[in-house]
């Protein structure tokens, strides 16, 4: 595990800090909490099908060990070996939590498909095994398992329901067998979304990973009926919650737990508390550069090779998240935020507009030049960088880029080039 998320060696966690991740994580599977961002920012709630992406064959593995079979699913498939890992850490947590006896024995378990995009440490694994269906879900340290023995509780004139969700924003269950197709309408405190969701036939089921947490979303499902402005409606129903999960479990102790008793440190935790995004292995990013301003706040923070940008403040009630869902590995690059401090999220100041990426982890100096003598030096911290835009930068046209150098302690050039400013 150290080498996949690229932390330092392994030590021991003392009990108490392992208990204290193991509430965090136990908590985020609770009630809805305080949504604290302002209803201009709605249109960045969006719903994320992932289903949809995947390729289009599903391999099914039968219980009496034969060859795997090909079925037409041309919106699912099974990556068998993400499959088996999975699952064989599902099985190895309820075994440790006492639950195994509730289940059929592993050699028993079917996986059906798999959703496991490259972009997110979540590996979502529909499964069969002695007459009964659950979900398995992992991240890089987490693992939870839905309770396939709780009675499904179906959406109000449908045969639809929810088995699991889970705080890295799955949603998955089971669909009406009288859809085609099912659309799923997400809620927060402040914004309405809609998508379409897949449905795999063998046995109605559909997962969704969401860039809202389910506890802080409500959600209604109905027959997918068309694209908008088609003419056809059909009044969504309310999707009831999931059951509690069989088990919900840190099953890979992190080597290290990240210091958030630094300001940076701070300020992420509470930010990603906050906000309505959910970040999977949230508690052992690490932290890096800090950017402050005018009430309001920008932190970067990294897993391995994976980054995530939460900004906010704005008097303790805005606070966004975003994780980079992007699939390329350059050295360099710039990751996704928005302008904070505009009257249309409560502030009060001028509105300001940070300028964020990664660099290698040896460097110590990013140069960026912003063109008509705006030059500035980047504040650099752990492999990441952070500036607010100079003023007049706003009125730049759309493909307008940002020069880039960046150097080592020694003075070495380690980067040239540039940066998209948008």
Same mark, same amino acid.
């Given at each position: ?223 997918? $009926? @068309?694209?908008?402005?088609? %003419?056809?409606? +059909?009044?969504?129903?309310?999707? !009831?919650?999931?059951?509690?999960? /069989? &088990? ?38 690490? $932290? @890096?550069?800090?950017?402050? %301003?005018?009430? +309001?706040?920008?932190?970067?923070? !990294?897993?391995?090779?994976?980054? /995530? &940008? ?113």
């Amino acid at each position: 595990m150290t080498d996949d998320l690229g932390l330092p060696g392994r030590r021991e966690l003392p009990p108490e800090v392992l208990d204290d991740l193991r509430m965090s994580l136990r908590e985020g599977m609770g009630k809805p909490g305080r949504r604290r961002w302002p209803i201009a920012a709605a249109a960045a709630a969006v719903v994320l099908v992932l289903a949809g992406a995947l390729v289009t064959t599903v391999l099914i593995r039968e219980p009496d060990r034969q060859g795997p079979a090909v079925a037409s699913e041309p919106d699912f498939a099974l990556d068998l070996p993400k499959a088996e890992e999975a699952m064989n850490r599902c099985w190895a947590a309820l075994q440790s939590r006492g639950k195994a006896a509730r289940f059929p024995a592993r050699d028993e378990w079917v996986p059906q498909f798999t959703v496991a995009p490259s972009w997110t440490s979540v590996t979502v694994v529909a499964v069969r095994a002695g007459g009964k269906t659950f979900f398995c879900e992992t991240t890089s340290i987490t693992v939870t398992v839905s309770d396939p023995d709780t009675v499904p509780s179906y959406a109000t004139g449908t045969k639809a329901a929810a088995l699991l969700t889970s705080r890295v924003g799955t949603v998955a269950g089971v669909a009406d067998p009288g859809w085609e197709k099912m659309e799923i309408f997400s809620r927060t405190a402040d914004s309405t979304a809609s998508s379409d969701v897949p449905i795999f036939r063998n046995g109605n089921l559909f997962v969704m990973l969401s860039q809202s947490k389910p506890s802080r979303t409500t959600y209604s499902v109905g027959p997918y $009926t @068309g694209e908008p402005g088609d %003419g056809v409606t +059909v009044a969504p129903h309310a999707l !009831r919650p999931a059951p509690e999960p /069989a &088990v919900t479990d840190i099953d890979r102790v992190p080597p290290v737990v990240p210091d958030r008793g630094t300001p940076a440190g701070k300020f992420f935790q509470t930010c990603v508390e906050g906000a309505v995004e959910p970040l999977p292995d949230v508690d052992v990013y690490e $932290t @890096g550069t800090l950017l402050e %301003g005018d009430d +309001v706040k920008v932190v970067v923070a !990294r897993l391995g090779d994976r980054f /995530a &940008v939460c900004q906010g403040g704005l008097g303790d009630h805005y606070y966004r998240l975003f994780p980079d869902s992007s699939t390329e590995r350059q050295p360099v690059r710039k990751l996704s935020t928005e302008t904070l401090g505009g009257s249309e999220q409560g502030g009060v100041g001028s509105a300001k507009n940070p300028f964020i990426g990664i660099v290698p982890r040896t460097a110590t100096t990013v140069k960026l030049d912003f063109g008509s003598g705006k030059k500035v030096d980047a504040a650099v911290t752990d492999g990441t960088f952070a500036v607010w835009r100079p003023e007049g930068t706003e009125a730049m046209e759309p493909n307008a880029q940002v020069g880039v150098v960046v150097l080592d302690a020694e003075g070495k050039t380690l980067h040239e080039g540039t940066l998209p400013l948008y």
